[in-house]
Structures are given as structure tokens and as C-alpha cells.
């Protein structure tokens, strides 16, 4: 089998989407655009899901690669579906075709092993998900989360460049393999590896590289909201772990300090931030910060369980954010605002969404059997079997200082009085894909142990012992 079957079958959806609208009668198009391009990421999924190994040269498919592949496919079906009802735009066809390449520009990074390919790979998702953050540009909210998204994508992306070029100067290969046998840690090496790290910093929010994604999140559509935390945020730990596992192993002592300061530095603002925040999609926005910052106390442990375990709250957190993003979109489209007082009484008026934004909230707070608690537990299990029980410590210490914001969502909905009686007809479309992202954070949270053993044949997958 063609080892790039998935991402062809998505250039050529995406390709065909956008064309329809282009050629087709805009009357017609709408339905048939939604269904096309669901069926062309449901058969990237299948197409991804039967892929037979194989390791060798710049793009791979390893185990490792078809996690990353399927958790990106995955939160794409859930925005999508999540659309289909709640977007209000006349441009349908290209909204779904730029999901499509951002799709598969996340998809190349997983199987990149190779610079040049790597970069390519998040320059096409990210300039792509440039155009959605603002797809709404009547709205002035979503112009400037543009401006401000594609500022920081673009000195993001040259620190990126300078820092590979310098990995390629140093080494002579873009070959991960190849600089992994030649890189040693030399000043200059060193350069490379800071700029690279804080450049993919900016992909996933880390502090202090952190500052766009709030006003981004907020302004953005808000299913445009729920691609960016789901699927562009794990693009850059899908891009770092084979890079700094294979190809900058050399330097794992330096690195792996960088990251604690970066895990704790992140998680902690993250979470203070969000305390004070009365808009929720905003809070939610602080809130996926603080969760990058517990993915990499995997990077910053650098053991094989600490790892699988970022790899789990990876799979985790992609649920989590596609799912409480679509019920902010669901209530926008029926009216119902984005802050905290807006929510008052919601359980009386939409039960289902308050009750999946409920169960969703107390998994991205640690509530035990819910998939984040594992998450959580097994990354701080990590670090204390690591020695660095700090690290542990403050990721505790964060996770409680989270359940303050969560459960003053929980408490506007179920205990405040509403301001109106009225049920809310919410879209069947944004129903299902709540309801997929919730059945993911439950089955995922009662049989974690099934999960969490693809996660560790996904690190045995890199063909590196950790």
C-alpha cells in the first residue's frame, strides 16, 4: 500500500471540495459539500487504521505515526460534524476544504523524519488554519485573531526555519537518523535546539510563547477554535517527539531542563489566568494552555512512560477541547453568549449540552474515572518514578487550583436561575458531535489501560529506547 494513501485521498477531497464550490450552483453545493468531506476524512481514518508498517526514510508510517494520524482525523469528524449546522457562511465549500488540508498538513508531520518534510507539513496546516481563524471576517473579533494568528504563525515559522537550518549546517543531513549520528552538542547545536523548541512553542502554547492563543481562540470561530486546541496544539508534540527523541537525543540533558521550566511555567500561568476570566471560551482558551503544560512533563520526565502518557493525555485532550468548543458553537448559534452569566440555568434549557459540558469539564480537572484523571495520574506517576516529585507535586497543586474555574461553569448551569425558560433548539449535527467527543471521554476514562497500551506501541514505534 502507498505509504502516503491517507494524504493523497485528503489533497484530492480537499482539491475536489474546493472546486465544487467554485463550479457548482451555490444552492446545491452546501449538502453535498458537508457530506464529500466527511466521507473523505472517514476514509483517510479506515485508510490510516489498515496501514502495514514501514520505517524507512523520510516519511514514515509507524505506529507512532497512525496514532498521531487518527487522533488528528478524529478531531477533524468531530469540528466538522460540528459545523454542519452551526456555521453561518456562504464560502462552505472552502471552510471544508481548508479542514481538509489543515488535516493534512498535521498528517505529514506525523510521519515526517525529516526537516524540510516537517516543515512543510506545519506550514500548510498552519497557514490554512490562518484562513479559518478569520473565516467570519464580518466579525471584527475574528479579523484580529487573524492578523494577530498569522503574525505569530509567521515569526514562529522563521524561528523554526533558523533553528533547522542550524541542526542542517551543524549536522550536514535533514535526516533525523542521519543528524542523530553526527549533531553531538556543540554551541551552536544548542542554538539550533533552543529556537526549534521555542518555535514549535508557539505551535503548542507553551509559555511564554502562549500570548496569541487566547485572543485567537476567543475571536475565531469557535468550531475554528475547537481545530486549533484539538488538532494544531498536538501537531507540535506529534513534530517533537521524534525530533527530539531521534534526532536531537544527543542533547536530551539540556532539553529535558528546558521542558520542566516550560511545563511549569505553562501549566501554572495557565491556570492562574483562567481564574479570572468571565468569558468561557476565553477561560477555555487559558484552560488548554495549562493542559499543554501537563503533556510536557512527558518531555521533561524523557522515560517511556512519561511519554506514552503524553501521548494519552494527548488523545485525551483532543476530545476534551473539540467537545466543550462545539457546545460554546452549538449555544452561539442559538443565541446564547459567551460568558459565564450566559450559562446561568443552562441544564433547564439545553440538558444535554450542560450535562456533556459538565462531564467534559470535570475530565479536564482530573475527576476520577474520567479520561483525564489518567492522563494526569500517569504523567505524574512518571515524574515521581523519574525523581522529580517537585514536578509532580506542582502538577497537582495545578490541577486543583483548576477545579475553582471549572466548577463555577458547572455552577452557572445547574444553580443559577436562567434568565429565560425557553428550551433551545440545538442543530442535530452539533448534538452527535458533542455527543462523539463525550462517548471518547468516558470509554476512553473506563477502559484507559486498552488505550493507554496503544500509546506505549506508538513509543516503541519511534524504534528508540527510552
Avoid at 232 to 239: C, D, P, V, Y
Avoid at 285 to 291: G, I, K, P, R, T
Wanted: glycine share 8%.
Amino acid at each position: 500500500m502507498i505509504q502516503a494513501l491517507p494524504e493523497i485521498f485528503l489533497a484530492v477531497f480537499g482539491i475536489f471540495v474546493l472546486l465544487m464550490g467554485q463550479f457548482a450552483k451555490k444552492e446545491n453545493v452546501s449538502g453535498i459539500v458537508k457530506v464529500i468531506s466527511l466521507f473523505g476524512l472517514f476514509a483517510a481514518l479506515v485508510i490510516t487504521g489498515n496501514m502495514s508498517a514501514d520505517s524507512g526514510g523520510a516519511f514514515v508510517v509507524d505506529s507512532f505515526a497512525v496514532f498521531f494520524k487518527v487522533l488528528f482525523i478524529l478531531a477533524a469528524i468531530i469540528v466538522v460534524i460540528g459545523s454542519f449546522s452551526t456555521l453561518k457562511t456562504i464560502h462552505e465549500s472552502e471552510y471544508y476544504s481548508l479542514i481538509l488540508f489543515i488535516t493534512l498538513g498535521m498528517c505529514v508531520v506525523a510521519s515526517a523524519r525529516e526537516l524540510i518534510l516537517l516543515f512543510v507539513g506545519i506550514e500548510l496546516a498552519g497557514i490554512s488554519s490562518f484562513v479559518l481563524a478569520g473565516y467570519t471576517k464580518e466579525d471584527r473579533r475574528s479579523s484580529e485573531a487573524a492578523i494577530k494568528y498569522l503574525v505569530v504563525a509567521a515569526v514562529s515559522s522563521a524561528i523554526i526555519l533558523f533553528g533547522m537550518s542550524i541542526i542542517y549546517g551543524v549536522s550536514g543531513s535533514t535526516n533525523y537518523t542521519e543528524i542523530s549520528g553526527s549533531i553531538g552538542s556543540s554551541p551552536a547545536a544548542l542554538l539550533g535546539l533552543v529556537l526549534i523548541i521555542s518555535g514549535i512553542g508557539y505551535k503548542i502554547t507553551a509559555v511564554p510563547f502562549h500570548l496569541w492563543a487566547p485572543d485567537t481562540y476567543e475571536g475565531a470561530p469557535a468550531q475554528v477554535s475547537a481545530l486549533l486546541a484539538s488538532g494544531l496544539k498536538k501537531m507540535g508534540i506529534a513534530a517533537l517527539i521524534p525530533l527530539l527523541f531521534i534526532a536531537l537525543l544527543s542533547m536530551q540533558a539540556q532539553w529535558q531542563v528546558v521542558f520542566a521550566v516550560l511545563a511549569t511555567a505553562t501549566m501554572t500561568l495557565g491556570n492562574i489566568v483562567a481564574l479570572s476570566q468571565k468569558s468561557v471560551k476565553r477561560m477555555l482558551a487559558y484552560s488548554s494552555v495549562a493542559q499543554a503544560g501537563y503533556i510536557l512533563i512527558g518531555f521533561a520526565v524523557a522515560t517511556k512512560l512519561s511519554v506514552a502518557s503524553a501521548l494519552f493525555y494527548c488523545l485525551a485532550h483532543t476530545v476534551m477541547a473539540a467537545g466543550t468548543f462545539i457546545i460554546i458553537a452549538a449555544l452561539v448559534y442559538v443565541k446564547i453568549g459567551e460568558n459565564l452569566e450566559d450559562y446561568a440555568g443552562l441544564w433547564k434549557r439545553a440538558p444535554f449540552m450542560a450535562f456533556a459540558m459538565m462531564i467534559i469539564l470535570l475530565s479536564l480537572a482530573g475527576i476520577p474515572p474520567l479520561v483525564g484523571f489518567w492522563g494526569k495520574f500517569w504523567l505524574f506517576m512518571s515524574a515521581v518514578e523519574a525523581g522529580m516529585v517537585w514536578l509532580a507535586v506542582i502538577g497537582v497543586l495545578n490541577s486543583a487550583l483548576s477545579l475553582y474555574y471549572y466548577f463555577a461553569v458547572v455552577k452557572f448551569m445547574f444553580f443559577k436561575e436562567p434568565s429565560s425558560h425557553e428550551k433551545l433548539e440545538i442543530p442535530v449535527s452539533a448534538t452527535i458531535a458533542v455527543a462523539i467527543a463525550l462517548l471518547c471521554v468516558i470509554l476512553f476514562g473506563l477502559f484507559p489501560d486498552a488505550f493507554m497500551e496503544l500509546c506505549f506501541e506508538a513509543t516503541e514505534g519511534l524504534g528508540i529506547i527510552l
